[in-house]
C-alpha cells in the first residue's frame, strides 16, 4: 500500500513504483512536471491587497490635507501656510505617479482615486479663493473650470465602461500644470506681505491674473479637444 502524504511524495512514488510497461512511456516523468510548473506557478493576489500600496497611500493622504489646505484659506490668516500646503500637495502628487509608473503599482482605484484628488484640491481652491476679490479668482472662472472637469469626467466615466481609452492626454496635462501654477500665485497674492511683491517690474497681481485667465483659456481649449476625442471613439464604436 503506497501512503500520499503530499504532491512531491506523490511524484517521488510514481516514479519509482513504474511498472516495465510503463518504462516505454515516461508518465511519471510528465507527473512530476506537472507538479514542478504549478508548484512555481505565481500565488494568486487580492486585488484589494494590491490596491492598497504607496501611491495610493500618499494619494489618500493629499485629500485628507485638502481639508487642511481649504481651512486655511477660510481662516483668512494663514495664507503662506496655504501656499505652502498646496505647492505641498502638488508636489506629492508628482511623487506617487512616478512611484506607480517606476514599480508598477498602477491599480484601479489609483486611476480613480489620483485624477479625482487633483481635481477636488484645484477646483476646491478656487471655490475657496472666491469670496476674496482680492484673490483675483472670478465667479466666471470657477463655473468654466468645474463644468470643464465634470463634463470630462462623465465623458471619461462613460467611454471607459464601454471599453475605450479615455486616458489624459497633453492639454489636460498642461491645463493642470496652469491650474495649480494659477491658485498658487492667488493663495500668495492673497499673504500681506508679498501683495505688492515684483520682479523685474512684473508685480505678483499682474502675473497671477495673467496666469488665471491664460489658465481660463487652456482649460476651454481642453475641454473641446477631449469633446472631439469622445465625438470620435463614439464614431468608430458606434
Known sequence: MIHHTDDNCLNATVLQTRTPQSQNFPTGIVLHTISTMESQAPPTVNPRERSLNVPNAITSARLLLSFVLFALIQSDRAWLWAT????????????????????????????????????????????????????????????????????????????????????????????????????????????????????????????????????VAVTVWSGGVYIRRAIQILRVSG
Open 84 to 215: 505652502g500646503l498646496f505647492i505641498f500637495a502638488v508636489a506629492t502628487d508628482v511623487l506617487d505617479g512616478y512611484i506607480a509608473r517606476r514599480y508598477q503599482l498602477i491599480t484601479q482605484l489609483g486611476r480613480i482615486l489620483d485624477p479625482f484628488v487633483d481635481k477636488f484640491i484645484t477646483s476646491g481652491t478656487f471655490l475657496f479663493l472666491l469670496p476674496f476679490p482680492q484673490s483675483g479668482v472670478t465667479p466666471w472662472m470657477v463655473v468654466i473650470v468645474l463644468g470643464r472637469e465634470m463634463l470630462v469626467t462623465s465623458l471619461r466615466g462613460f467611454l471607459e465602461t464601454q471599453g475605450a481609452d479615455f486616458s489624459a492626454s497633453a492639454s489636460g496635462k498642461l491645463k493642470m500644470f496652469l491650474q495649480c501654477a494659477a491658485a498658487t500665485a492667488s493663495l500668495l497674492s492673497m499673504e500681506p506681505g508679498y501683495a505688492n511683491w515684483s520682479i523685474a517690474g512684473l508685480s505678483l497681481a499682474l502675473a497671477r491674473d495673467f496666469l488665471l485667465w491664460v489658465m
